[in-house]
């Protein structure tokens, strides 16, 4: 059974940072497709960030320079670290891995505010 346990999300201020943790158990997150997904209230889920069983990455052009993900194959986990973060960035935030079908993860919520 694939289980992704997201943890890291929270309140946090206009140019603050936070790091969003995927543990996932169940699947190899070296050999899957990791990505991060957001959905903001009123408004459809998109892709936020991604990487590949190679390591290549992909961003957002709405994060690319602020947001970096990356994984520990040890630990099989992967992270989202948010920088520089904007309101326009709070959303729930979704873990999902990638082998032969999607699994997701239950989310948690960013909320970028003064």
């Known amino acids: 059974q694939v289980r992704l346990v997201q943890s890291g999300g929270g309140l946090v201020q206009p140019g603050g940072s936070l790091r969003l943790s995927c543990a996932a158990s169940?699947?190899?997150?070296?050999?899957?497709?990791m990505s991060w997904h957001r959905q903001a209230p009123g408004k459809e889920r998109e892709l936020v960030s991604s990487?590949?069983?190679?390591?290549?990455?992909n961003y957002a052009d709405s994060v690319k320079g602020r947001f970096t993900i990356s994984r520990d194959n040890a630990k099989n986990t992967v992270y989202l670290q948010m920088n520089d973060l904007k309101p326009e960035d709070t959303a729930v935030y979704y873990c999902?891995?990638?082998?032969?079908?999607?699994?997701w993860g239950l989310g948690t919520q960013v909320t970028v505010s003064s």
């Open positions: 990487i590949t069983s190679t390591g290549t990455t």
């Open positions: 999902r891995a990638t082998h032969f079908f999607n699994y």
């Open positions: 169940g699947v190899t997150v070296s050999s899957s497709v």
